[in-house]
């Protein structure tokens, strides 16, 4: 369903739950999909071994592609228009990541919101901006 | 990345789907999705990204008889130290990533990927050491030759890996 100009005001919010203690195995389904076999993402020695992080950690495009869900669950199918997100902090096997929608401005048939992903202790993992396509 | 055809596939986009928990059926059943309001199977809307599989230099899927710098019997399949860049693990971390969709993507078009030359900047972080960040831009065009998405991608490399 596609959201209505007239039922949006400045600063309503949408949010989900995106994962909720994010599996290993989540994260080497993405690596699959996209074609981002980065061994930072789902090889444990390596990761720890030699690049020195304590542990793999997600690709943010897999934050980005989860956050995007939430967005399109919002706006409906196929009414995006821009989608822009900076990575501010590494996602971990194990987080719980929840996402939020602010709306910022309703002009000319379109909507323009403020998007941000947070893990379970608030920290932001993901801080953008999505414009969509209202009725 | 620059592609030269990238086949968008219904099987493709389902398991993409999947890999970024999203159930919209519109993403798994074309029956479901002739009811809604796009009419077909959409792509959703980080798709682009995975032209990567259809990249043939893409430096983060191993080839075939080449080495490859994951882990196998020890922790790096190089023998040599990686040059610079604790981050590593070849390539350093996306920092940002910007989609501009024109039109969306449906299963039967066929894109080839053209890369603009970006902008390069450094930084110097407080986690991580000195910070240079490198900017691809990428315009997605279909079999028509019609932009149909702008991504623009910011990479950075660290000089150690980020602080904890």
């Given amino acids: 369903m596609a959201l209505k100009a007239a039922d949006l005001n400045v600063g309503d919010t949408y949010t989900e739950c995106l994962v909720e203690d994010l599996k290993r195995t989540q994260i080497v389904q993405y690596a699959g999909a996209s074609g981002d076999y980065n061994p930072l993402h789902t090889d444990e020695v390596f990761t720890t071994e030699v690049a020195k992080y304590p542990s793999v950690f997600a690709h943010g495009m897999l934050t980005m592609g989860m956050t995007g869900a939430m967005l399109t669950n919002y706006v409906g199918d196929g009414r995006l228009t821009k989608y822009g997100v900076r990575f501010t902090s590494q996602v971990w096997p194990g987080d719980t990541l929840n996402s939020t929608a602010t709306v910022e401005s309703i002009e000319d048939g379109l909507v323009n919101l403020n998007v941000e992903t947070v893990n379970q202790d608030g920290v932001k993992v993901l801080s953008g901006y999505a414009q969509a396509r209202v009725d | ?164």
Avoid: C
Avoid at chain 2, 1 to 14: G, K, L, N, Q
Avoid at chain 2, 49 to 69: C, E, M, N, T, V
Avoid at chain 2, 79 to 87: A, L, M, N, V, Y
Avoid at chain 2, 153 to 164: A, H, L, M
């Fill in chain 2, 1 to 164: 990345m620059a592609v030269d055809r990238f086949p968008v596939e219904a099987s493709h986009i389902m398991m993409f789907a999947r890999s970024v928990g999203d159930d919209n059926q519109i993403y798994y059943d074309a029956d479901y999705a002739k009811g809604t309001e796009p009419g077909t199977v959409i792509a959703p809307p980080t798709f682009a990204q995975a032209s990567a599989q259809f990249d043939p230099d893409y430096f983060l899927r191993p080839k075939i008889g080449q080495p490859w710098f994951g882990s196998g019997g020890s922790p790096t399949g190089i023998k040599k130290e990686s040059s610079g860049g604790g981050g590593g693990g070849g390539g350093g971390l996306h920092a940002e990533q910007h989609f501009e969709y024109h039109r969306h993507l449906k299963p039967g078009d066929v894109l080839t990927a053209t890369n603009l030359p970006g902008k390069t900047w450094e930084k110097e972080g407080k986690r991580s050491g000195k910070l240079v960040f490198s900017e691809t831009v990428t315009e997605y065009r279909d079999q028509n030759g019609e932009l149909v998405i702008t991504a623009r991608g910011v990479g950075v490399r660290t000089e150690r890996p980020v602080d904890q």
